[in-house]
């Protein structure tokens, strides 16, 4: 079980629709975190600056809950490459690190979207622990693998 596999479990624990999951990766030689998932923004980056709810959660390790925000730049950015209209706009985020042995492996981003003016439920802190539960579960199933980081497939 990969990165699809995160997907389905994180957004069936916490209600939400598709394309409200994006995980991405630090690269070792810049301060950027790079897409791994979806497929569709491989490649595309954020940069890790503490005004970024990303770049937050990666320097603090700490998973960050926001929301109400105006203006955050990664949500601004995430909005220009996933939306093919302004009706599905991002909400609400939560940034969360995936560390392995101290290591920062992952970072992922879980949002809600406004789907036609639609009232939009708060995260919470629980929603934390059912992020935590579904990584841990996939990081269980790869336990017997090299490498615990979590994988495209």
């Known amino acids: 079980m990969g990165y699809n596999g995160l997907d389905k479990l994180i957004s069936k624990s916490l209600n939400l629709g598709e394309g409200c999951v994006f995980i991405l990766k630090p690269r070792k030689y810049d301060n950027l975190l ?6 569709e923004l491989k490649g595309f980056t ?6 970024s709810v990303a770049g937050k959660a990666v320097i603090h390790r700490s998973p960050i809950i926001l ?9 601004i950015y995430l909005n220009c490459l996933t939306m093919n209209s302004t009706k599905n706009s991002i909400r609400k985020m939560i940034a969360y690190p995936v560390c392995s042995s101290g290591e920062l492996t992952e970072v992922l981003l879980v949002v809600r979207k ?31 693998k090299p490498g615990l980081a979590l994988t495209a497939n």
């Open 114 to 144: 406004e789907y036609d003016g639609s009232d939009l439920p708060n995260f919470l802190g629980e929603d934390l622990q059912k992020i935590k539960s579904a990584v841990d579960k996939i990081l269980t199933i790869r336990a017997g």
């Open 67 to 75: 929301n109400n925000f105006q203006g955050e730049t990664d949500v």
């Open 34 to 39: 790079e897409f791994s998932y979806p497929d």
């Open 46 to 51: 954020i940069p890790v600056m503490s005004q």
